[in-house]
């Protein structure tokens, strides 16, 4: 059973970067027609896609978030990961990464996900 | 982006009943979106992709419909577990973007 798990601070200070990785297990990371996403939710904005991610390195961001954003992957330790730079309280939020499936038909969703880490930013 | 309009936002139901909730897309998005379950303190999970096919593990009470910009979900007898959050979520193109929810809560 695939499963998903984001690690990281919980506490981030204003201006500083948030960093979170998400360990990927009972699976590979390299499996094709996979991609890896990061998804937050907050109560005013409900749920916002942050950004994709293919093993190969191949990354899509969320043009809201763009300049601010960077996803990359380790393959070696099954990992991806998370960097958002400047942060202000309106980054809070609780953070998810997920496995976007592509089916045969190319039609894409998100099947697995973590369970979710809040991530504060404050002073 | 392409901005995605749940109704209702919240809905009161009991259990037995058939509740329907709409999504409508700014923009067609062809069959291109997955409808999602969400209570309290977990995360997101997917009954509906492709507008219509049912994700392995999903009751048959749940279904989907829709093309181009009108999607809809059907619970045709709401059980207890069903009560939860509801988000639609287009994967026509980046970036993603999802439905404001549909709180659904019993009467």
């Known amino acids: 059973q695939l499963q998903l798990q984001e690690s990281g601070p919980g506490l981030v200070k204003p201006s500083e970067t948030l960093s979170l990785t998400c360990t990927v297990s009972g699976g590979s990371i390299s499996d094709s027609n996979k991609y890896w996403g990061w998804i937050r939710q907050t109560p005013g904005n409900g749920l916002e896609w942050i950004g994709s991610l293919y093993y190969s390195g191949t990354t899509s961001y969320n043009p809201s978030l763009k300049s601010r954003v960077s996803i990359s992957v380790d393959t070696s330790k099954n990992q991806f990961s998370l960097k958002l730079s400047a942060v202000t309280v309106a980054d809070t939020a609780v953070y998810y990464c997920?496995?976007?499936?592509?089916?045969?038909?190319?039609?894409?969703?998100?099947?697995?996900w973590g369970h979710g880490i809040l991530v504060t930013v404050s002073s | 982006a392409i901005r995605m309009t749940q109704s209702p936002s919240s809905l009161s139901a009991s259990t037995g009943d058939r509740v329907t909730i709409t999504c409508r897309a700014s923009?067609?998005?062809?069959?291109?979106l997955a409808w999602y379950q969400q209570k309290p303190g977990k995360a997101p999970k997917v009954l509906i992709y492709a507008a219509s096919t049912l994700q392995s593990g999903v009751p048959s009470r749940f279904s989907g419909s829709g093309s181009g910009t009108d999607f809809t979900l059907t619970i045709s007898r709401l059980q207890s577990e069903d009560f939860a959050s509801y988000y639609c979520h287009q994967c026509y193109n980046f970036p993603y973007t999802f439905g404001q929810g549909t709180k659904l809560e019993i009467k």
């Open positions: 997920a496995r976007e499936e592509i089916t045969v038909g190319r039609q894409y969703y998100y099947d697995y």
């Open positions: 923009q067609n998005i062809s069959t291109y």
